[in-house]
């Protein structure tokens, strides 16, 4: 399915020690696809670090929030740009600090299919938690 584009959707906020290295990472990746990063403004740089990286590639975007921050409302700002650009047929949405590999992004699209939802888990075999408090997992 590598000729459909796959957005990569990725809310931020306070992750510059990992951001550089997950973009380069996904772009190297055998998809024709685009990144979105929808940030909260974070106070270490981190939309300033993608703003970087976007000017030099255009498969790259940003959107830097206003408050109020939040999850939830980066991921409603992240859905509406995929929705207002039609060229993306897929979307994915993954956390920045590599709790979701990026390797596994060609297996979800993949999987796809017929089906309109791929979902990945830590809690498949194969899956799991490494480093996060139990307040996180549970």
Not at 13 to 41: M, Q, W, Y
């Amino acid at each position: 399915m590598s000729f459909t584009k796959t957005l990569i959707f990725i809310p931020t906020f306070n992750e510059a020690g990992n951001i550089k290295s997950l973009i380069e990472t996904i772009l190297h990746l055998p998809l024709n696809l685009e990144i979105l990063v929808v940030d909260d403004r974070s106070p270490d740089g981190t939309g300033e670090l993608v703003a970087k990286i976007a000017q030099k590639d255009n498969r790259v975007n940003l959107i830097s929030r206003k408050p109020p921050r939040g999850r939830g409302l980066a991921g409603r700002d992240g859905f509406a740009w995929f929705q207002s650009h039609r060229q993306c047929q897929f979307l994915v949405e993954m956390d920045a600090d590599f709790s979701h590999n990026p390797k596994y992004i060609p297996d979800l699209i993949n999987a796809l299919g017929n089906s309109d939802v791929a979902i990945g888990s830590r809690y498949v075999s194969g899956g799991g938690e490494v480093g996060r408090h139990p307040s996180r997992v549970w």
